[in-house]
């Protein structure tokens, strides 16, 4: 092990150095000429041990320090110590760099690092995409030539930052951006971008889904509350009038439990976790029964109802939400459709798995609304929904139970001709297999 150097150290090296030039000055008598001479070989020795310092810092690639010898071994092998200390820090400092990188790659936040003057020091991926950012072309940009929002530059210049700022993508501005800025480091902010276009959009729903509900229960409510104030009189409710309001009431109370019942089947459906889909359901049974009960409810309407079953092909699935996406589906039809109208109903086999379809030649439907139909409480014609005891929530059922079962609504209308209401199981939840066909065929 090489020790240091010291002071003492160079002192017994000049001496030791110097005394037998001395010695040889003082026997042959010329002692300034020896020391001039002793002088200039300790300079050249300097000057080809700096040179060997200098070519090993600049140019030599080797992490071995050259070989020295007296005082420039210590000097070498501290060299070397100090570029083994700086290259281990080097290594430790990138480690928890790409760490950090990393883990802000992970994050489902987008992320800017940028200085106290606003320069931009480091993004990750999330932000080239929410915010448009270029890295590493944008490295040292003010963010704010970059984020041009009028309220994020007002924002940023406050440098008061307790509240987060919500402003538009500037990428795709239908989507809103929170914006959340702390201090990082000295000099350094970090700035955390999350898209909450999707919270806004289910808060928005909340607040339109309670106002609706409201809504709808208002009407009946009031005609209930008035009717049950005239009651307090005896002389109000005698004779055909105390019947038109006992069939009001069980009209009002009839649509308020249909509400009702709708809600409590939308969020039994919406609620549920993925089901496990191995139960057979007889969907050619539950048609014929809803075959009946459409007839039924069509009246006096004079509607030509028509189904075509394929009663031997069954499916796998929830039997509660399969039926009340193909009832929905069928009692919409006979309600909204006019009187003399023509309704026919398919359940039959495809290539890629088992198909209804609904089909009406009513009114159609105008092409801006149909993908706005499975809306909770959306409807076409809202006085014509409420003549009918429509709520609004029978599509919206319809979608959630055929998205557990992988499958989604298909709407074709026209105006003037009519609409289909389709969907179509996929294969894998086809009960049976085997097609009837073959089978008649092989049995012959």
Known sequence: MVERLSWKKLVWELILFYLPWIILGMIFGYLPWFLLAATWIQLIWHFHNQLKMSDWLWKDRSLTPPSG?????????????????????????????????NGAESLPDAVV????????????????QLLGLRWPDDAGQPISNLLRSPDFVRYLSRQSFDT??????PMN??????????????????????DVSQLKQLEGMRRNFFANVSHELRTPMTVLQGYLEMSSDPDMLVGPMWDRAHGVMTEQLARMNALVEQLLTLSKIEAAPTIELEDEVDV???LDILEKEAVSLSGDKNQQISFDVDHSLKVLGDDDQLRSAISNLVYNAVKHTPADA???????????????????????????HIHRLTERFYRVDKARSRETG??????????????HHDSHLEIESELEKGSIFSFTLPSRLVADKTNPTELTHDII
């Not at 690092?113 to 080239?128: D, M, P, T």
């Not at 709520?391 to 979608?399: C, Y």
Request: net charge positive; hydrophobic share 40%.
């Open 69 to 101: 010898s007296g005082s420039w071994e210590p000097l070498f092998n501290g060299m070397y110590r100090l570029q083994q200390r700086n290259r281990r820090r080097r290594k430790e400092l990138t480690t928890l760099i790409r760490r950090f990188r």
């Open 113 to 128: 690092v940028f200085r106290s003057e606003g320069n931009i020091v480091w993004c990750n991926k999330l932000a080239q």
């Open 164 to 169: 987060p700022l919500e402003i538009t993508s």
């Open 173 to 194: 501005y239908d989507r809103t951006l929170e914006l959340r800025i702390m201090r990082y480091t000295e000099g350094e902010y970090l700035m955390a971008v999350r």
């Open 284 to 286: 050619p049974a539950m």
């Open 342 to 368: 023509d309704i026919s109903v398919r359940w039959y086999r495809v290539a890629n798995g088992a198909r209804l379809e609904v089909t009406d030649s009513g009114e159609g439907i105008a092409a801006q």
């Open 390 to 403: 429509g709520s609004g929530l029978g599509l919206a059922i319809v979608k959630h139970a055929l998205s």
